[in-house]
């Protein structure tokens, strides 16, 4: 295979001048080293945090879902809001794997893998909010059409919110199989420099995986496949998440903008995240040759791009709401940005729409520190976002004798800080039994964006260039045009 | 679909260059090739083994239809024949409200079939273990293997002599 020339002005995307074998090395470190301090005391806070939450679910499902502020106004509170931010965090990984794959985006290599992990337990901790706040969750399987005794009696296909069970359940299975069939070859890597036990688990995990060409001439044709399937579904879920907001008649989400506008925040919010974990976990592992500056500046443009787009978004539901001429969504708006909420919108605006405007500059864009203190900005404005078309829209209904104000009891805290437990704790787990870098993907990527490699490949155009005889057509080009 | 209890004679090449040098040279004197083994998928490799295109995504495309067919077939049935209900004013059978359903169906089953169809053809899954011709394949090495079931002395010696001449840095006898 020779290697195809990439432009010279590409940045390269694996630094320090790796063979294959130190590629193997570097990224099964991690896996093989005993657990650092640093680790074991995140792990240690990840677990109080995953058990804070048990207990804060156990005792909703012991009292019912009285024990949260959800009232007769306010019936979506923490837990929808929650559930929203989880899901909408589990859309970059499917992003970055999928849709970078079909338009051949070379830098979703380095960050793919944990990405897509990343996905899988956020979509974990979304799933929870509905299965729990149902109200009697020993029943949640009435949700599954199935023949039962009660007639039988099906759901609601009509419902999205039904659309929404079957949208969220396709999207965590696909996103498994997709995640999972990627790292069968890394798992047979390990396992072949594993010994004992580890080897026993490495047997087991990477499924008798042996590296022949007929498999692997699969194994790329299934991946294709599998990111043509996912990269429509990944749009799907958030428009059918919005379509629980967009179908009802409440002022204030009966709005046709909103598939197009959850899903660019979605893609916003879920990269924020994958950015913070990303700066320090390639510190952490130090995995700096292979999730680069460059990895995380493209990163933060997509980040400046759908942070604009949702900017916009905001602004054309106020200018519409202006427009409409409809008293009650005119009101809707104007409670958001002025009502007893204030400060919510607020947040909103100012993290999600002016705080990203600074990756305009390429200093910031690849400044580590910016990145990172950025990413937390677009996490809590997300939540925001949520928050306020969920808690605030409800807040102040048709009737002003049935409007209401909404603070979470310590319970619904309980819960959210459980999932953001849950989530770091199978993330840290993650991290010492998978390789968090796509081994097999970056080998297949090092001669044509190896940085030793990408510089050989440009030499000829580099001569060409220093022998005259590239520029100069270059400049009659340029001459044409003026 | 491991070797198991093959014997084979294999060599192990240090870049996919020289992997494929050799096949083209195997391919010129008609030497029967068993497998090529790699860490990573090495472009090109099909043709000159001869590999017809897989065809996975077909049956990908099977699987989907069948979701498909399941979606919409169910829901009609469901909510037009076994029983009936008015929701919203809507009809009966309100097809336009199906099609959500009916795509996620059409990826899941599309997902879910193609992958277990991949691991049984592979021969792999959960607790399977298939032998393993040499434990650098998977880190940094590139195999060509040849089958030495029923080879002679002279055949297994004219094996290892292509592997010397084609530039193999290891090269070895061996009964999975």
């Known amino acids: 295979m020779s290697a195809a020339p990439v432009s010279p002005i590409r940045e390269p995307l694996v630094t320090g001048s790796k063979t294959y074998h130190q590629i193997t090395e570097d990224l099964c470190a991690p896996t093989e080293r005993a657990p650092s301090p640093a680790w074991v005391i995140a792990f240690i806070v990840a677990l109080i945090a995953l058990t804070i939450g048990v207990v804060s679910i156990l005792y909703t499902i012991w009292v019912g879902i009285g024990s949260w502020n959800l009232n007769r106004t306010i019936g979506w509170g923490w837990d929808i809001t929650n559930f929203v931010w989880w899901i909408g965090i589990g859309h970059a990984g499917t992003l970055i794997s999928a849709i970078l794959l079909l338009f051949r985006q070379k830098w979703r290599t380095g960050v793919n893998r944990a990405a897509e992990a990343m996905t899988i337990f956020a979509v974990i901790c979304a799933a929870l909010f509905p299965g729990i706040h149902v109200g009697r969750i020993w029943v949640v399987f009435f949700f599954f059409p199935y023949p039962n005794t009660r007639g039988p009696l099906w759901p609601n296909f009509n419902s999205p919110l039904l659309w929404d069970l079957f949208a969220i359940s396709t999207y965590f299975t696909v996103s498994l199989l997709f995640w999972y069939t990627g790292l069968v070859p890394d798992f047979a890597t390990v396992r072949d420099r594993a010994k004992g036990i580890r080897r026993k688990l490495y047997d087991l995990l990477s499924f008798g995986w042996t590296g022949n060409a007929k498999h692997w001439q699969r194994w790329e044709s299934l991946s294709l496949v599998l990111a043509g399937l996912a990269t429509p579904l990944v749009l799907s879920v958030h428009t059918i998440v919005s379509f629980d907001f967009a179908t009802s008649v409440i002022p204030g989400w009966h709005t046709t903008i909103f598939p197009p506008y959850f899903v660019a925040g979605a893609i916003f919010s879920g990269f924020a995240m994958v950015q913070t974990l990303m700066v320090i976990t390639r510190k952490v592992l130090r995995l700096e040759d292979y999730i680069t500056i460059g990895h995380i500046e493209s990163m933060n443009k997509v980040i400046l791009l759908t942070g604009t787009i949702v900017g916009v978004a905001y602004l054309t539901e106020l200018f519409v709401a202006w427009y409409s001429g409809y008293v009650y969504e005119q009101f809707a708006f104007f409670n958001r940005a002025l009502g007893p909420y204030w400060w919510s919108y607020f947040g909103m605006m100012a993290c999600n729409v002016l705080s990203p405007q600074v990756f305009w500059f390429k200093k910031i864009r690849r400044s580590v520190t910016w990145t990172f203190i950025m990413s937390i900005f677009v996490n809590i404005g997300m939540w925001f976002e949520r928050f306020v078309i969920i808690a605030t829209t409800l807040a102040r209904d048709y009737l002003p004798s049935s409007w209401s104000f909404y603070v979470p009891t310590i319970v619904e805290i309980g819960i959210f800080v459980g999932t953001l437990g849950i989530f770091f704790t199978f993330y840290l787990l993650f991290t010492r039994v998978a390789p968090v870098v796509a081994i097999a993907e970056i080998k297949h990527i090092l001669k044509s964006s190896g940085d030793q490699f990408a510089r050989k490949n440009a030499e000829p155009v580099v001569q060409q260039v220093e022998s005259g005889s590239l520029e100069s057509t270059v400049v009659e080009h340029h001459d044409d045009e003026h | ?176």
């Open chain 2, 1 to 176: 679909m491991g070797y198991r209890n093959k014997k084979i004679v294999y060599g192990l090449y240090d870049d996919e260059e020289i992997l494929m040098d050799a096949v083209r040279q195997a391919n010129r004197s008609e030497m029967s090739i068993l497998d090529v083994f790699s860490p990573f998928p090495v472009h090109g490799i099909d043709d000159l083994l001869d590999l017809s295109e897989s065809r996975l995504h077909i049956g990908g495309f099977i699987y989907g239809m069948i979701g498909t067919l399941t979606a919409v077939l169910g829901m009609s049935w469901i909510h037009a024949m076994d029983w009936p209900n008015i929701f919203g004013g809507k009809p009966y059978w309100a097809i336009a409200s199906f099609i959500p359903i009916t795509f996620e169906l059409t990826v899941l089953f599309a997902a879910i079939g193609m992958t277990v169809t991949f691991y049984i053809i592979n021969g792999q899954g959960p607790g399977i273990k298939n032998p393993i011709v040499h434990p650098r394949i998977s880190d940094d090495k590139f195999c060509i293997a040849f089958d030495a079931d029923e080879a002679s002395e002279e055949e297994i010696s004219k094996y290892r002599s292509f592997f010397d001449q084609t530039g193999a840095s290891f090269i070895e006898t061996k009964k999975l």
